[in-house]
């Protein structure tokens, strides 16, 4: 299913016949960015030096990104973060750029698919 909108938050879409033509595939992209993940939130500094160098960001601008505006807690979409993604949606369908007719939990709900084991490391 192709998205309607994007979300605001880090995770990986696919569509479902890819899941199940590459199921393999898709546990070991899930389970290099889960490492990645988990090795962000062990390594800040790394982290930061590699955004830096690679968006030419000053250092305030990385810090501000990485600490208020990305969100690596958690490895799975929850309650909360389903709720932020509803509101984008929401108030990008009140901007005009999600079209009006768009049901927008509807398709919320059909692109995160709560089912997708997450791999374990």
């Given at each position: 299913?192709?998205?309607?909108?994007?979300?605001?938050?880090?995770?990986?879409?696919?569509?479902?016949?890819?899941?199940?033509?590459?199921?393999?595939?898709?546990?070991?992209?899930?389970?290099?960015?889960?490492?990645?993940?988990?090795?962000?939130?062990?390594?800040?500094?790394?982290?930061?030096?590699?955004?830096?160098?690679?968006?030419?960001?000053?250092?305030?601008?990385?810090?501000?990104q990485l600490k208020e505006?990305?969100?690596?807690?958690?490895?799975?979409?929850?309650?909360?973060?389903?709720?932020?993604?509803?509101?984008?949606?929401?108030?990008?369908?009140?901007?005009?750029?999600?079209?009006?007719?768009?049901?927008?939990?509807?398709?919320?709900?059909?692109?995160?698919?709560?089912?997708?084991?997450?791999?374990?490391?």
């Amino acid at each position: 299913m192709a998205a309607e909108f994007a979300a605001p938050c880090q995770f990986e879409d696919g569509r479902e016949q890819f899941l199940k033509d590459y199921p393999d595939a898709v546990r070991r992209v899930l389970a290099t960015y889960e490492e990645a993940r988990k090795y962000s939130l062990a390594n800040y500094d790394d982290l930061k030096k590699t955004f830096v160098a690679v968006t030419k960001l000053p250092d305030t601008v990385v810090d501000k990104q990485l600490k208020e505006r990305t969100e690596l807690t958690h490895s799975r979409i929850g309650a909360p973060q389903r709720q932020s993604i509803l509101a984008a949606g929401l108030a990008l369908q009140q901007a005009g750029v999600v079209d009006a007719k768009v049901d927008v939990k509807a398709t919320l709900d059909a692109l995160i698919d709560d089912q997708v084991p997450l791999p374990t490391n």
